[in-house]
Nanobody, 124 residues
């Protein structure tokens, strides 16, 4: 299994970025996916999660209304659209996969089987 994030970068406050996570080696729709982030000196936190079928989503309070998680199961790719970025959004962002069936189920904040290598987001 391989998860590869992309799309990170440096942006000014108020700007937008779109992260992508390409998955391979797994039956993608059987996995609930999540975006997590970790800033220097802080614990990793869950940002957003989505069910395997894509119909159910969850956001942490600090990103509600600004971030949108989505997935395209036809190309095994997870997305995180980040708008109105703030300096406190600066972190390394990771995608992760957790097996869940049926695909309407959404994984909780723990128990993820696979992780990507991360992509850096810096907001100034």
């Amino acid at each position: 299994v391989q998860l590869v994030e992309s799309g990170g970068g440096s942006v000014q406050a108020g700007g937008s970025l779109r992260l992508s996570c390409a998955a391979s080696g797994l039956t993608y729709s059987s996995y609930s996916m999540g975006w997590f982030r970790q800033a220097p000196g802080k614990e990793r936190e869950g940002v957003a999660r989505i069910s395997g079928c894509g119909g159910n989503t969850y956001y942490t309070d600090s990103v509600k209304g600004r971030f949108t998680i989505s997935r395209d199961n036809s190309v095994n790719t997870l997305y995180l659209q980040m708008n109105s970025l703030k300096p406190e959004d600066t972190a390394m962002y990771y995608c992760a996969a957790a097996y869940r069936w049926p695909c309407s189920e959404i994984a909780g904040p723990t128990g993820y089987n696979y992780w990507g290598q991360g992509t850096q987001v810096t907001v100034s």
